[in-house]
Structure formats: C-alpha cells, structure tokens
C-alpha cells in the first residue's frame, strides 16, 4: 500500500511540474517562466537532499505535493519585481548555456536504453524460435521506418551543403559501425535497428528546425488572475501556439532519462530489485555514488531538461542536432571496440 502511494504522490509532482510550467510561460511571461523553473528546482533539490539524508521517511513524496501549488501562487504574485527579474535572467543565462549538456545527456541516455534493449532481446532469442521471428520482424520494420522517415526528412534536413554532408557522413558511419560490430559480434539488429531509429528521429528534428517558431516567442498576454482563464490559455497554447514536434521531443526526451535512471542501477550488478525506488533505502542497492546522486536528484534534473525544451528556438538547435548525432556514432563506436567478443550487451551489466 504504501508504495502505492508514493507512486501517486510521485505521479502527482509529475504532473503538477508539467503543466504548471507551461501554464506559466503561456499567461504570464518568459521570466515568469523562468522564476517558477528557478524555484521549482530549488525546491527539487532541497527535495533530493532530504531523501539522501533521510533515505528511509516515507512521508516526504507527500510533504512536497502542496509545495509545487505553492511557489506556483508565490510566482503569480512576485514576477515583476526587480530581484525576481534579476534571478530569473541569471536562470535564463544557465539554461541556455547548459544547452550542450543536455544534448549530450540526451545522446548517451538513447544510447544506453538502445544497448539495454539489445541485450533484453538476446535473452529473449533463447527462449525459443517464436521470440526470434518476432524479434526478427520487428527490426525489420524499424529498419524501414528509420529510412523512409530519413528519406522523407531529406528534403528539409538537407538544406545547405554543410547539413547534405553531415547527413550523408551519419548514415554512412552508421553503416559501417553496424557492419563492423556484426562482424565482431559486438552488436546485434535490435541495437543497430535502434541506433537506426535514433538517426532519423534527430534527422527529423533537424528538418524541421528552421520551420518554427521558438515557444518563448508565441507566450500570450497577460491573463487575469482567475483559474479557469489560465488554464484556458494553457490549452489554447499546446493546442495552437506550441509545437507539436517539441511536445514530441519533450516526451522523448523526458522518457529518456527515465529510462535511462532505471537502467543506471544495473550497471556493474549481477541483480537489482527493481521495487527500489529513490525513496527506498539505499544500503543494499548495488550502484556507484554518481548514480545514487543521479537518481536522488532526477526531479531537479527533470525540472531543469523541461524548462531548458520550452526556452528552445528550434532554428538554432539544428547544428547542435548534428553535433549529437555525431557525438552519439563516437561513442557508440569507443563501445563496439571496448567490448569483449560475443558479449552484446553485456556492457551495460
């Protein structure tokens, strides 16, 4: 029962956190925005702090519901004055130049679930021939989704000279990095079919960089303070004025770093049960200490990532796309030629 509840108290953080931020940048303005961000992170790290010093209270998902309503009213009300506009350009400031780290979080986090997938579908291949063909048709079809989508992204992602050359160099790469671990056996379909998806994913995200408009630009004027007008213009602003392919690239990366947190657990352990949570002990939890600040602190970093894809101007992450693609085919490649023989997978446990 109790990790019942913990789950709806951590449901409901969630949820706050994603709409009231968008609620904010919708009604009020960009430093609004940024003042909610700022003090939401805060708050997530004070959070963190008390589960690290307090691992086992069950009582602090619930302790901090009311908090997010909180700093939510505390913004409505304190925007515009000079401290809280100082602080939230300052915070302004931090996100966009910590935009880098968060492409590279975002490339190494596919990177390790793509692995991670890999390494479940081998296991299920020896279970028996059933789960093969399934397998087997399943990369199939990943394989010529990824093209036909690359092949329909052309067009746009291919603009200049520079952008034709780093497509046709990530393809390529991709090519012979699959061919080179296949004839290693360091790789498998299901890794490359993934590592084929996440190509054309950003390759997508690059087409459609200089076709929209940056979501801080498109925040409507101020609301009166009344819940059914905020929550009026929130819908109005995902339904018209947000982009639909950064609520995809929200909810990808979002999902992400979830699912990369949860894999992080297992690195260098032979077991680990899964019912554990940050808000669990962590005595007999095989993790590094660099994955137990991770997980302890994912809120902050959930906050921070979602603030940071609001602010986006996608015209100007095009080339940082490219960048990640690359950054993403290098390491891919250090891991094809760290890993032992016949040990696909592997890696990651």
């Known amino acids: 029962m109790n990790l019942v509840f913990n789950f709806l108290a951590r449901l409901s953080t969630a949820v706050q956190i994603l709409v009231f931020l968008p609620l904010t940048l919708a009604t009020l303005s960009t430093r609004a925005f940024l003042l909610l961000s700022l003090l939401l992170s805060i708050h997530s790290l004070l959070h963190g702090t008390c589960l690290m010093l307090w691992p086992g209270s069950r009582f602090l998902p619930f302790?901090?519901?009311?908090?997010?309503?909180?700093?939510?009213?505390?913004?409505?009300?304190?925007?515009?004055s000079p401290w809280c506009i100082a602080a939230a350009d300052l915070w302004g400031k931090m996100l966009?130049?910590?935009?880098?780290?968060?492409?590279?979080?975002?490339?190494?986090?596919?990177?390790?679930?793509?692995?991670?997938?890999?390494?479940?579908?081998?296991?299920?291949?020896?279970?028996?021939?059933?789960?093969?063909?399934?397998?087997?048709?399943?990369?199939?079809?990943?394989?010529?989704?990824?093209a036909w989508w690359i092949v329909a992204s052309y067009p746009a992602?291919?603009?200049?000279?520079?952008?034709?050359?780093?497509?046709?160099?990530?393809?390529?790469?991709?090519?012979?990095l699959s061919s080179i671990g296949f004839v290693l056996r360091k790789t498998n379909v299901i890794e490359s079919s993934g590592m084929a998806l996440f190509i054309a994913y950003q390759i997508w995200l690059c087409s459609l960089g200089s076709d929209q408009m940056s979501v801080s630009s498109t925040t409507s004027s101020y609301v009166p303070l009344t819940w059914g007008g905020h929550f009026q213009a929130l819908f109005n602003f995902i339904a018209h004025t947000l982009p639909k392919p950064l609520l995809f690239s929200?909810?990808?990366?979002?999902?992400?770093?979830?699912?990369?947190?949860?894999?992080?657990?297992?690195?260098g352990a032979d077991s680990f049960d899964d019912t554990y949570g940050v808000d669990d002990t962590w005595e007999d939890r095989p993790t590094s200490a660099l994955t137990r600040l991770l997980l302890t602190y994912r809120q902050a970093i959930f906050v921070t990532v979602y603030s940071h894809l609001l602010l986006l101007d996608p015209s100007s992450q095009v080339?940082?796309?490219?960048?990640?693609?690359?950054?993403?085919?290098?390491?891919?490649?250090?891991?094809?030629?760290?890993?032992s023989e016949d040990d696909v997978g592997k890696r990651l446990d």
């Open 63 to 80: 302790l901090q519901l009311p908090m997010h309503s909180f700093l939510l009213l505390v913004t409505f009300n304190v925007f515009a």
């Open 96 to 146: 966009a130049l910590s935009a880098p780290l968060y492409l590279i979080l975002e490339g190494v986090s596919s990177l390790l679930v793509v692995q991670k997938a890999g390494h479940l579908g081998r296991e299920l291949v020896a279970e028996g021939e059933g789960y093969q063909l399934a397998l087997l048709v399943g990369t199939a079809i990943t394989y010529v989704s990824s």
């Open 157 to 176: 992602a291919a603009s200049s000279p520079l952008a034709s050359t780093l497509l046709g160099a990530a393809i390529c790469s991709f090519f012979f």
């Open 250 to 267: 929200l909810l990808y990366r979002l999902s992400i770093l979830h699912l990369a947190s949860r894999i992080l657990p297992t690195i």
């Open 319 to 339: 080339w940082s796309r490219w960048m990640l693609i690359i950054f993403t085919l290098v390491i891919w490649a250090v891991e094809l030629l760290v890993g």
